[in-house]
C-alpha cells in the first residue's frame, strides 16, 4: 500500500511560482517512478512530468518544459513541482501518481487544485 499526499496549491497571478509537494508513504522502497498529472475542468488528466526515483531521470510535456522542474527527495519520500510563469491555462486539479512498483501498487493522491488568475 502506499498513500500520497498532495500539498502546496493555491491561486496565483499568472507569472506567478507554485511548487507542490507529494509525500509518500507506506511500501514506497519499490516505487520506480513518480509523476505529476493534472485535469482541467472537463478535460481528461494529462502527465505534466515524471522522475524515476534511482536516478532522477525527468520527462515533461512539451506545454511545461522550461517553466515546472521535477524534483525528488528520496530520504524524505517527497517529490516537488516547481511552476514558475504560470499560465491560466495551467489551472487544473494536479494528482501525485506513483507508478507501481514490484511491492506496490499504483497509486493516486487526492489532488490540489492550482488556479492561475489572468
Known amino acids: 500500500q502506499v498513500h500520497l499526499v498532495e500539498s502546496g496549491g493555491g491561486l496565483v497571478q499568472a507569472g506567478g511560482s507554485l511548487r507542490l509537494s507529494c509525500a509518500a508513504s507506506g511500501s514506497t522502497f519499490s516505487i520506480p517512478r513518480m509523476a505529476w498529472y493534472r485535469q482541467a475542468p472537463g478535460k481528461q488528466r494529462d502527465l505534466v512530468a515524471s522522475i524515476t526515483t534511482n536516478d532522477g531521470d525527468t520527462v515533461y510535456t512539451d506545454s511545461v518544459k522550461g517553466r515546472f522542474t521535477i524534483s525528488r527527495d528520496n530520504a524524505k519520500n517527497t517529490i516537488y513541482l516547481q511552476m514558475n510563469s504560470l499560465k491560466p491555462e495551467d489551472t487544473a486539479v494536479y494528482y501525485c501518481?506513483?507508478?507501481?512498483?514490484?511491492?506496490?501498487?499504483?497509486?493516486w493522491g487526492q489532488g490540489t487544485q492550482v488556479t492561475v488568475s489572468s
Open positions: 501518481y506513483a507508478y507501481r512498483g514490484i511491492w506496490s501498487p499504483a497509486s
